[in-house]
């Protein structure tokens, strides 16, 4: 295996997650019967495998002083790729997992694709890479979006998805037409600039940072992220987890390239002032919001803008407290919107009130939801915890600790919003009283995928918040080549 | 003298406490049972503390062997270690929590308590995270235990508590947000350090930390101080204290306020006054100032309340901030009574709770004009609280009066020294105890004394022989430390005179503390603390 060129050794998760898509396709027009089943197979396969050779390969790419660029400068091979895939890797088979008994072949297939797009976006060295990753990973989601039309919630998601979407897909690539003027070239390295480029080179800037950003799931551009999340939770879950993953994987390696030295005051002000925006008002709207997928999708807003305000600190302990902090939440986010659909409400949005006494009713449910808005909220004995200890000290080193204050304390409003429903899951044992109360909302684990899926998330939050250091490790290793 | 394993120490509680989830849930013996043992095995080992840490040898005993310490361990970056040792300061708070514990889990035999097994689980995790604070030698340890324990308690005050647990939220956000100012100011020690370390040891000698200068430290004392303060709780951070106390359930309520108070006056003993000096000497008298208004307005508060659940904790409040008083005199008399004083109190303040839970188990009433004369009807229960009600107030021989004794003796050996608005706060320091008499006498006599003014209350029965089991070791302990408190002091003695030598104020550049044999050169220096 390792006497493989690099570019096919480093593709070979895409390589995986792509022939399974295929065979899904085709499986689908071909059997009627068991196309679900054997779609779902396939799907657990492709990314499980695909876990394992990441697994197996990203050690081998952080053992390297540096990257490479492959495919003529078209995508980087290096530490900040191979991590972040590692962690859209395991997020995708979390999804198929937990969501095993409501997917049909053609969700699967669509799931897959936007994970492609995810590693394509990480490995971005071009720009032309990046808008392909971009519109990978979107679209196929979008049309997930739609898939229960009969919802009115549903249908306003999508089209709020949609518009948005293309909004940002649009100004990404105004930006990258900037960016061709002002140096020549499409390519994300070794940029010179042009004469008189500088003008079109920061307002290039700007654009590619504002569209990225989108995916990365900040104020105000990832407001559209809340309402979604109320008619499809699967999709905002995917889409946070697999997007914000790409986006930092991207703004990593750009920022220090597109801000220094360039308008970089300016725009540094103003990216600081969205990640403390984003950071201050979705934990302030965590706390007024009733609906469950509504809470965590401030939560994961909130989760991103912490993201945002440590990859600004550029220093030599940024970049590993970006990434570790990226695998504390993404993978969360997306587990804790894809249990909500356990909870079986009548008009399929759950409220805070239906979690009351849910650990009596689905313990495990229960403590697995309780476990990812804890490590959402930074509470001990979870990976969430020690993200928050490693985004700390680059802040701080970097002159940055009323920020990192003001960050930290606004945090107290998202953990008195996790708190209620915390107090809620516990408090009253419904299940004795109301055996035959009609309104006891149904939690419920659909079948056996779902429960393994349910128990590696939950592993692995508190394992990885007991022994962060292997994590720890990769991640230094990996903003090694930056 | 052999190193005792404090992993054991710590973890013991809730790695026991596994095995009662292999119990029946519905079988409350079998689950006290083991509960009591997975607390009782921890606390036979932590007796044997007794023997082997010496007072002479090193400050720091029974340190995590070197293989054992990492935790994140990255060249050039992170370096976190799991490093756990005990001194004389955390002595006193793992043999208080060790013996705690299993009083307060044998308490709740009668007490009505749903989902029993998990609550009892609760407990132990909670004893689990007490003791990891008081043994944490790592800043980023200390942390999450710190951060454990107050998410136990707080779980514990909302599922197992009553009425609407704003109180419990109430504690939540006042204590994370105490958390959340520590954690900043820990990361901020971290950036300080020349040696790049967490290590509480270490930190003492870094000369990152021990030259900063008073501007530098002041913020970073406020930072540790507003967490340990509103955990202890110092006047004005106090009012989620009565809140949640009167929605918590009677263990936890114990709990709360025998140990999990006294975890915020270990942090000052163990992080701002050895660290911060020059801004401990800043501030002594201010935060002197809060802990007088605290002791004397709360007297008055104890006082006027009718619920007894509130006059206890109100009651806490006010003793906890003689604690602070006697820490903030900066002076050994002062710091040894605080920790004598945190030790006493804590043991009879749990006994005071669990007796009020026992009037509860028996009249399902909180409200003291729902009780009177009682001394009729249940004596036995009448002798054990006048015992209780003693050690409370501090009067001899119980041992909470020498605690008060050495503090006030502090305050005014401070006074002599530096100013004489110490002679004042002496003075309004000593009132507090009148006020506490006031209330606990008056309220004795409207639950004891008297006809029995309801019906209900000639027919409660009287303490069985495993509530007097409960209540004979804290009597018995109080009364020999009052008694004997030499036997208690000679094993702290030489680690409060090395907490002091820490905070005196040395100029930037002097020659620094050693670490070993620092207890011999602190004692010729300061000479006999008695």
Not at chain 1, 78 to 88: K, N, Q, R, W, Y
Not at chain 1, 274 to 290: E, K, M, P, R
Not at chain 2, 189 to 218: A, C, K, N, R, W
């Amino acid at each position: 295996m390792t006497g493989l060129p690099e570019f096919i050794m480093s593709q070979v998760p895409i390589a995986l997650l792509a022939l399974a898509v295929l065979l899904i396709a085709v499986i689908d027009r071909l059997f009627n019967k068991n196309a679900e089943r054997i779609s779902g197979v396939i799907a657990i396969a492709a990314a499980f495998l695909a876990l394992l050779y990441q697994a197996y390969y990203c050690p081998l790419v952080l053992s390297r002083e540096s990257g490479n660029l492959l495919f003529r400068g078209m995508a980087f091979n290096d530490g900040i790729a191979a991590f972040t895939e590692l962690f859209i890797l395991f997020s995708l088979l979390l999804a198929i997992l937990l969501d095993y008994s409501d997917s049909g072949g053609r969700s699967r297939a669509l799931l897959l694709l936007s994970a492609i797009g995810a590693m394509i976006v990480a490995e971005a060295a071009n720009l032309i890479t990046l808008v392909l990753g971009i519109i990978i990973l979107t679209i196929p989601l979008y049309s997930l979006t739609s898939f229960n039309r009969q919802n009115p919630a549903v249908r306003e998601a999508s089209m709020k998805y949609l518009l948005i979407g293309f909004f940002a897909t649009g100004i990404l690539l105004f930006g990258s037409a900037l960016y061709f003027a002002a140096t020549g070239t499409l390519s994300l390295h070794d940029v010179v600039l042009e004469t008189g480029g500088r003008f079109f080179f920061s307002i290039a800037t700007g654009m590619i940072i504002s569209s990225m950003l989108f995916l990365a799931g900040v104020l105000p551009f990832a407001a559209v992220n809340i309402d979604v999340s109320e008619g499809s939770s699967r999709v905002a879950g995917s889409l946070t987890a697999f997007g914000a993953l790409a986006s930092f994987a991207f703004l990593l390696r750009m920022f220090p390239n597109l801000l220094v030295g360039n308008v970089s005051s300016l725009m540094f002000s103003g990216l600081l002032v969205i990640a403390l925006v984003t950071v201050i008002g979705a934990n302030l709207l965590a706390v007024v919001q009733s609906d469950l997928r509504r809470l965590i999708a401030c939560l994961a807003i909130s989760s991103a803008g912490y993201t945002l305000l440590t990859a600004l600190a550029f220093n030599s302990a940024a970049a590993p407290g970006v990434l570790v902090f990226l695998a504390a939440w993404c993978p969360v986010v997306l587990v804790a919107m894809y249990v909500t659909r356990y909870v079986k409400t009548d008009d399929g949005t759950p409220k805070l009130d239906d979690m009351t006494g849910a650990i009596y009713r689905s313990p495990v449910v229960s403590i697995a939801f309780a476990l990812m808005l804890g490590s959402l909220a930074g509470l001990p004995l979870t990976i969430g915890f020690m993200g928050r200890i490693m985004i700390l000290p680059p802040l701080i080193d970097e002159g940055l600790t009323g920020a990192a204050v003001v960050a930290m304390v606004s945090g107290l409003a998202g953990l008195y919003a996790v708190s209620r429903v915390i107090v809620r899951m516990f408090a009253v044992d419904k299940s004795d009283e109301d055996e035959d109360d009609e309104e006891v909302t149904e939690i419920s684990v659909p079948g056996w995928p779902e429960s393994i899926g349910l128990w590696i998330a939950i592993t692995f939050t508190v394992i990885a918040g007991i022994i962060p250091a292997p994590f720890y490790y990769l991640a230094v290793l990996a903003s090694g080549h930056l | 003298m052999h190193d005792t394993d404090l992993s054991l120490i710590v973890f013991g509680p809730v790695v026991l406490g596994l095995g009662l989830f292999f119990a029946r849930r519905d079988d409350r013996l079998s689950l006290m049972d083991w509960a009591l043992v997975s607390c009782g095995v921890p606390f036979l080992y932590s007796l044997s503390l007794i023997w082997t840490y010496g007072p002479d040898g090193p400050v720091f005993q029974s340190l995590t062997p070197e293989n054992y310490r990492a935790w994140i361990s990255i060249a050039g970056h992170l370096r976190i270690e799991f490093l756990m040792g005990i001194d004389g300061i955390s002595l006193v708070m793992v043999l208080l929590t060790t013996l705690i514990t299993p009083i307060i889990i044998a308490g709740t035999r009668n007490a009505r308590i749903d989902n029993y097994r998990e609550f009892l689980f609760a407990l132990l995790a909670l004893e689990t995270g007490l003791l990891g604070c008081f043994l944490s030698l790592d800043l980023i340890l200390f942390a999450f235990f710190w951060m454990s324990t107050l998410t136990v308690v707080f779980l514990i005050f909302a599922v197992w508590g009553s009425g609407d647990r704003h109180g419990a939220i109430k504690f939540f956000l006042f204590a994370m947000f105490g958390s959340v100012l520590m954690l900043i100011g820990i990361i901020a020690l971290h950036s300080f350090s020349e040696q790049g370390t967490f290590s509480i040891i270490d930190l003492y000698s870094d000369p990152g930390i021990t030259e900063l200068p008073l501007s530098v430290q002041s913020w970073l004392f406020w930072a540790f101080f507003i967490a340990f303060a509103i955990l202890i709780p110092l006047f004005p951070l106090h009012t989620w204290m009565p809140d949640s106390q009167s929605d918590a359930p009677f263990a936890g309520s114990a709990i709360s306020l025998a140990v999990l108070t006294k975890l915020g006056a270990y942090g000052i003993l163990r992080i701002c006054l050895p660290m911060f000096p020059l801004a401990s000497d800043h501030f002594s008298i201010f935060i002197s100032v809060l802990a007088v208004i605290g002791i004397v307005y709360c007297g008055w508060l104890t006082i006027a309340q009718r619920d007894i659940r509130r006059f206890c904790s109100y009651l806490a409040v006010s003793q906890l901030g003689v604690i602070v008083l006697g820490i903030f005199t900066l002076g050994a008399n002062g710091i040894m009574g605080a920790l004598i004083y945190m030790f006493s109190q804590g043991l009879a303040i749990a006994g005071l709770v669990l007796m009020t839970g026992m009037l509860y188990e028996r009249r399902r009433t909180t409200r003291i004009e729902d009780f009177g004369g009682l001394l009729k009807t249940i004596p036995v229960f009448g002798a054990f609280f006048i015992a209780i009600l003693i050690a409370t107030v501090g009067l001899p021989p119980m041992s909470t009066f020498n605690g008060l004794f050495l503090v006030l003796l502090g305050v005014l050996e401070t006074g002599f020294e530096t100013t004489t608005a110490w002679y004042i706060l002496g003075v309004l320091a000593v009132s507090g105890i009148i006020w506490w008499a006031i209330a606990l006498s008056w309220t004795h006599r409207r639950i004891m004394l008297g006809k029995p003014s309801r019906r209900e209350n000639e027919t409660v029965h009287d303490l069985g022989i495993r509530e007097i089991v409960l209540l004979v070791p804290l009597i018995i302990v109080l009364l020999w430390i009052g008694l004997q408190s030499s036997q208690f002091t000679r094993r702290i003695e030489p680690c409060v005179l090395n907490t002091i030598h820490r905070t005196s104020i040395i100029p930037p550049g002097d020659a620094e503390m050693p670490l070993n044999g620092a207890v011999e050169d602190a004692t010729d220096e300061r000479g006999d603390v008695e």
